[in-house]
């Protein structure tokens, strides 16, 4: 519209030089013939369309005559229009430089939305009214219908459709009492099948490999459950439960071991391998850092691989699920500020010839 404006402007100056050295008698000839056209246009069209800058013209060039003179000019419009349209020009123009006071209640504290929306993820079971209340304890005075506003404008449902519960989320809010264990099978260089036993626990996802054998007897699996038992209670443990698979070589004798210490063992539903996942991704993990990489001689050589994988993967390898701090190793304080840094100085210490790798900064 502005530019629209500017060319009018242009060619209407261009016009007022052209009649500036015209006679009166000229210009009051040129007058009337626009007039008759004027009326011939008026017979032919039953309502013409004006565009903004149309108006803003005519109610520029008009509003200064008086309201008889108006009267007397054939306009395609009324006078009480080009008028009208004049007011509404003014009105517009003080509206640009006024700023309109603002209605209605002030917008929430971004802080306090983004609490109402911790509040409803970390408790499912938490409906608008909970989270009200609990704000409130907070010392956060807000609206029952605030809350309920926050949480719908992000789509979270209400709180009878968010408290469904899958598996992720009952071994995760269970993973303390949680222990797994699994059997799975090395071939050696020469093709000889070994089996290694292994437990994990889920919540710190600390590994124990207690040990290896060619032939999985009743009594080596007893064994290694008695010993098992004397490890958790040496790390006073919490465990109070133990998956396993549906493997024979589990047998009541092993399961009893664990039942006198008062771990209940809970054997995986036959078409559901997802209630062992984590032991199933650790097997898969140290297959993939360690047994694809190393040719194994003997069973001494895979238990003292398995050793050597089994410090590294506690002591030093980062995990997602521990916010990348290893099992027995917290992570170090972060560093802030550019000047404690210094010279950036890390060693590498390799471990089974050079198969694993950790990296520490200098003293």
């Keep these: 519209m502005l530019l629209r404006l500017a060319y009018f402007a242009a060619t209407h100056t261009l016009t007022l030089l052209r009649l500036l050295p015209m006679s009166g008698r000229d210009k009051d000839i040129e007058i009337l013939a626009l007039r008759h056209q004027l009326l011939v246009l008026q017979r032919q069209v039953g309502k013409p369309a004006f565009t903004n800058t149309d108006r803003v013209i005519l109610a520029g060039l008009l509003h200064r005559l008086p309201r008889d003179k108006l009267r007397q000019l054939p306009l395609l419009v009324q006078p009480d229009t080009i008028l009208r349209w004049h007011r509404d020009l003014l009105k517009r123009r003080h509206a640009a430089t006024c700023v309109p006071k603002r209605r209605g209640r002030p917008p929430t504290i971004r802080s306090i939305r983004t ?13 608008y009214r909970r989270i009200h209340g609990e704000l409130a304890a907070l010392g ?27 598996w992720a989320d009952f071994l995760r809010g269970q993973a303390d009492a949680l ?53 958790l209670e040496d790390a006073g443990s919490k465990a109070r439960f133990l998956i396993r698979d549906r493997d024979s070589k589990f047998t009541q004798a092993f399961d009893a071991v664990l039942a006198d210490a008062g771990l209940n063992v809970i054997t995986t539903g036959i078409p559901v391998p997802r209630m ?52 027995l190793r917290p992570l170090p304080a972060p560093i802030t500020e550019p000047g404690q840094i210094g010279p950036l100085e890390v060693h590498r210490r390799d471990r089974l010839g050079g198969t694993l790798h950790e990296y520490q900064r200098a003293a």
Aim: glycine share 4%.
């Design 140 to 166: 956060i005075q807000v609206a029952a219908s605030t809350v309920w506003e926050i949480l719908k404008e992000h789509g979270i449902p209400p709180a009878h459709e968010r408290q469904s519960t899958t």
């Design 276 to 327: 062992n996942s984590l032991i199933e991704r650790w097997i898969q993990t140290c297959r993939r850092e360690l047994l694809d990489r190393t040719l194994i001689w003997n069973q001494s050589h895979l238990l003292h691989a398995l050793c050597e994988f089994e410090s590294f993967y506690n002591g030093h390898r980062p995990h997602r699920a521990l916010g990348q701090a290893a099992p």
């Design 179 to 231: 222990l797994a264990c699994d059997l799975f099978e090395v071939r050696t260089l020469t093709g000889a099948r070994l089996y290694v036993f292994v437990v994990l626990e889920h919540a710190t996802r600390r590994i124990r490999i207690l040990g290896t054998t060619a032939h999985p007897t009743t009594e080596w699996v007893v064994r290694l459950g008695r010993n098992l038992v004397i490890d």
């Design 115 to 127: 609490l109402v929306l911790r509040l409803a993820r970390e408790n499912a079971s938490w409906g």
